[in-house]
């Protein structure tokens, strides 16, 4: 078996450990939270109070990689730790006026360190693409990762100081809250992302003749390989509420916020003689955010209760991409990107004794290999990321125990971050005639013609220079969700409540953060991935969304609730497992779904999708999904996944154990179908489907060649087993 065949070649000349690599492994996640809090009435008008909040988190084995399979050796640890001490002195000041002052200092740890099978500073990966396999008589193919996950070893550690000064104040009709906070933020940190290279192979014959056609590493050019970010953000609002006549009531405020961003990223003459771009622009950003809050109790009644609200709401920056903008200057780190017969020999056994004979910075001794810069940098238009929301409700109380409540909500978030590549071709060099004319950013000739692999170093505007990823703010979020829910309080204690969704979420992108790299990552395009132009469904779309839990009345003193929630409708993209435009990622292209009735579709496209087609273990989202992307490159999102859910047992009994005190013994099962049989309470849910991998190009005819996944569209079965918790409680 391939596996079989993966595994002799990873520990015979890979110096994989012989212990198991594949399968399921018990894991470990230990947390420790310690929680102190005193109260000191100072005086009769002034109370302190002292609050620290401690949590140490261990996340063994939590940290995965990004290949469709991926080694026990490579997953990552990652150890947390979290420290919250706020002092707090509230004062009264008169009847109508109360004075707070809160000061909060905040000190977070968060190291990613890889596996203990590997050495602490880690060792390249091995990515070994193509690899075939036979099920139920179909070839299927897939990527296999060992070595190093790639962002390990990283830390950062932050100290955050944080002021707030609020001041309340009520007359007989208004109560108005006045403040202002200030925040500073000192990081420092070690980023990790691709900092300890890979090697690409085209399938197992190729790993087992230790012949790679791909190496890529972001190299330090110094010792010193850390950060330092300093932040300041300043906040000034006002509220007030009142009630303007029986039974409303106004909430409405103003927020004003500012945040600084002390440190930027170096200026890089390259760039700026080449693209004219300036890499060390800084981030200062200004933003008024007024909302409103109407509450309309009709009549006083308590039983016809109408909300509406909305308001602008205002992101921070994220700081790991500040940081990310930070290393990535051009003068702190270079890129390696070589293949064919610049690619170096792999020896992962010295690796693995010795991680700094890794190959590195001597590359750049070879005049045949380019010393280039990975850019990442923020735009000069970059802004704050903004929110638009509103709501509408109404409920009525039919009674003190019947409930019954209709929600709208309407949320816009513009100008989202996003990277886009300016060093990029800004028109194709050919277009796939036989894949609705995409384009593809690489001379064709410059295409490996035996396994279809596409060198993005081809299709540069300057050559001077690897990627130059900006971050502009250009992402766009439409969102519209109905809520229905109630409540019944049948009999004594015993109650119903149930809660219906309805959502329709589109965007333009979703990357929502992380590494510059990541946006380009998650983004599905058809060929220009700077074309951000398209709303189609986003990746964390869901349709339908329905949660009921129900107690039966307490007897004997034992309680019984059973909860079922599920969701269905989330979304998923046939994509091809391959670099098709020549844009640097081999992950993100969505594959062109040729029709098998068309007859000028090769043979084997038409029968590897009749096959699919015809599998009755294929779930019947992706056979409808391929249906309407026949002749065309499938949409962004295209597959509707159906509707899951899981139940959970609750069973709760107390004993009374002297007077006021008592004992109460619990038992949880969540997930309690799984309880009963292995394939209950589980979803069949699909991500992005790799339908196709490359396998080679045609130069002649300026086409790619593909095998075709045999498994498209069969589910692995996902969710979480069965759990049991035991609780036991002890109230006086």
């Known amino acids: 078996m391939s596996l079989d065949r993966y595994i002799d070649i990873a520990r015979n000349k890979y110096g994989v450990a012989n212990s198991p690599q594949f399968g399921a492994f018990d894991k470990k996640q230990n947390t420790d939270a310690l929680f102190a809090r005193i109260d000191w009435q100072l005086n009769p008008t002034n109370l302190l109070t002292i609050r620290d909040n401690f949590v140490n988190d261990r996340n063994n084995q939590g940290l995965g990689d990004n290949s469709s399979i991926n080694l026990y050796e490579v997953y990552g640890d990652v150890h947390s730790i979290d420290n919250s001490l706020l002092a707090t002195l509230r004062t009264v000041l008169g009847t109508r006026t109360i004075h707070e002052l809160k000061l909060q200092h905040l000190y977070t740890l968060e190291e990613s360190t890889p596996n203990t099978q590997l050495p602490s500073a880690n060792i390249p990966r091995a990515i070994v693409e193509q690899v075939e396999s036979a099920v139920d008589n179909k070839n299927v193919y897939t990527t296999i990762q060992l070595g190093g996950q790639r962002y390990c070893p990283e830390n950062f550690y932050n100290h955050v100081l944080h002021l707030i000064d609020n001041l309340y104040y009520n007359t007989r009709t208004i109560h108005y809250t006045l403040g202002f906070d200030l925040m500073y933020t000192h990081m420092d940190s070690r980023y990790g992302s691709e900092a300890n290279g890979r090697f690409y192979f085209t399938g197992l014959n190729n790993f087992d003749n230790l012949q790679p056609y791909r190496y890529v590493r972001e190299v330090y050019l110094n010792p010193d390989q850390r950060v330092a970010q300093n932040i300041l953000n300043a906040g000034l609002y006002a509220q007030m509420q009142t009630k303007l006549f029986r039974g409303f009531d106004v909430t409405a405020g103003l927020r004003m916020d500012n945040a600084t961003y002390f440190n930027?990223?170096?200026?890089?003459?390259?760039?700026?003689?080449?693209?004219?771009?300036?890499?060390?622009?800084?981030?200062?950003?200004?933003?008024?955010?007024?909302?409103?809050?109407?509450?309309?109790?009709?009549?006083?009644?308590?039983?016809?209760?109408?909300?509406?609200?909305?308001g602008i709401f205002a992101s921070d920056i994220n700081n790991y991409a500040m940081i990310n903008n930070m290393v990535f200057d051009g003068t702190k780190v270079m890129s390696v990107d070589v293949q064919g017969q610049l690619v170096p020999s792999p020896d992962f056994p010295s690796y693995r004794k010795n991680p700094l004979s890794a190959p590195g910075a001597e590359l750049f001794n070879n005049p045949d290999i380019p010393k280039t810069a990975t850019i990442n940098m923020n735009g000069a238009e970059a802004k704050v990321p903004v929110v638009y929301k509103t709501n509408l409700s109404y409920t009525h109380f039919f009674s003190d125990r019947l409930r019954l409540g209709i929600s709208g909500y309407a949320t816009l978030a513009r100008n989202n971050y996003m990277y886009i590549d300016r060093n990029m071709a800004d028109q194709p060099f050919f277009r796939l005639t036989t894949e609705a004319n995409r384009g593809v950013y690489v001379p064709a000739e410059s295409i490996h013609p035996t396994n279809g692999a596409t060198d993005w170093m081809q299709g540069r505007k300057s050559h001077q220079i690897g990627r130059v990823l900006e971050l502009v703010s250009e992402g766009k979020v439409n969102q519209f969700a109905f809520v229905v829910d109630g409540v019944w309080r049948y009999f004594k204690d015993g109650e119903l409540a149930f809660s219906y969704t309805w959502n329709d979420t589109k965007d333009n992108t979703s990357y929502n953060g992380n590494v510059a790299n990541s946006a380009t990552l998650a983004q599905m395009v058809v060929d220009d991935p700077r074309d951000l132009s398209r709303m189609t469904y986003s990746n964390s779309q869901f349709r339908h969304k329905a949660v009921f839990y129900g107690t039966l009345p307490t007897i004997w003193g034992i309680s019984t609730g059973i909860r079922f929630s599920g969701m269905g409708g989330t979304r998923y993209s046939l994509v091809v497992n391959g670099n098709i435009n020549g844009d640097f990622v081999a992950s993100n292209d969505l594959a062109y779904i040729a029709s098998p009735n068309d007859p000028t579709t090769p043979s084997y496209l038409q029968d590897g999708i009749r096959s699919i087609l015809d599998n009755p273990d294929a779930e019947e989202s992706v056979k409808e999904y391929l249906r309407n992307s026949f002749g065309t490159v499938a949409e962004r999102n295209g597959g509707i996944n159906g509707f899951y859910g899981t139940f959970d047992l609750r069973l709760a009994k107390k004993f009374q154990v002297y007077k006021t005190q008592n004992l109460?013994?619990?038992?949880?099962?969540?997930?309690?179908?799984?309880?009963?049989?292995?394939?209950?309470?589980a979803g069949h849910?699909?991500?992005?489907?790799?339908?196709?991998?490359?396998?080679?190009?045609?130069?002649?005819?300026?086409?790619?060649?593909?095998?075709?996944n045999a498994n498209t569209g069969v589910s692995s079965l996902n969710g979480n087993p069965y759990q049991v918790q035991i609780g036991l409680r002890y109230s006086f």
């Not at 849910?685 to 991998?693: I, R, S």
Request: charged share 25%.
């Open 264 to 310: 930027k990223g170096n200026f890089n003459e390259t760039v700026y003689r080449d693209l004219g771009l300036r890499t060390d622009n800084g981030l200062n950003t200004f933003q008024i955010q007024p909302r409103l809050q109407i509450t309309w109790d009709i009549n006083e009644k308590q039983q016809d209760i109408l909300r509406l609200g909305g």
């Open 664 to 681: 109460e013994l619990s038992v949880d099962i969540f997930n309690v179908a799984n309880l009963l049989g292995k394939k209950w309470g």
């Open 685 to 708: 849910n699909l991500g992005n489907q790799y339908v196709y991998t490359v396998k080679s190009f045609d130069a002649e005819q300026k086409r790619f060649v593909y095998n075709v």
